[in-house]
């Protein structure tokens, strides 16, 4: 069924177009990847291994992406930073970074 793989290339090219837009480029490149990979087994090589690679080029977009905007950053966000002791308490760390110790020393 040569129908997948141009649906297949046709997806992939979309979702290079729309990967800045996060969703998009992960939907329709997974919708992609699995219909080119259907397609290259059905013994369609050419149009599969072309729809396989633009699919993956909207999938890294897309990811690069997710990476700049910072959507991998949100679940470590909130975390706290703490020493466990051998009687299961809990002491918080407190650190100070190298601009409040420039700002300390410019205040003094």
Same mark, same amino acid.
């Given at each position: 069924? @040569? ?5 297949? +290339?046709l ?9 800045? *837009?996060?969703v998009?480029?992960?939907? /329709?490149? =997974? &919708?992609? =990847? %699995? /219909?080119?990979? #259907?397609?290259? #087994?059905? #013994?369609h $090589? %050419?149009?599969?291994?072309i729809?396989?690679?633009?699919s993956?080029?909207? =999938?890294?977009?897309? /990811?690069?992406?997710?990476? +700049?905007?910072?959507?991998?950053s949100?679940? *470590?966000?909130? !975390? @706290?930073?703490?020493? @466990? !002791? *051998?009687?299961? !308490?809990? &002491?918080?760390?407190? *650190?100070?970074? @190298?601009? !409040?110790? $420039?700002?300390? +020393? /410019? %205040?003094?």
């Amino acid at each position: 069924m @040569k129908v997948a793989g141009v649906v297949a +290339i046709l997806l992939g090219i979309l979702a290079v177009f729309v990967g800045w *837009t996060i969703v998009g480029g992960l939907v /329709l490149g =997974l &919708i992609a =990847l %699995l /219909l080119a990979m #259907r397609s290259y #087994r059905e #013994r369609h $090589r %050419l149009l599969g291994a072309i729809g396989i690679i633009f699919s993956c080029v909207g =999938l890294v977009e897309a /990811l690069v992406a997710a990476g +700049i905007v910072g959507l991998f950053s949100i679940p *470590t966000m909130f !975390t @706290k930073t703490e020493i @466990k !002791t *051998t009687e299961s !308490t809990s &002491i918080p760390m407190v *650190t100070e970074t @190298k601009t !409040t110790e $420039r700002a300390n +020393i /410019l %205040l003094e």
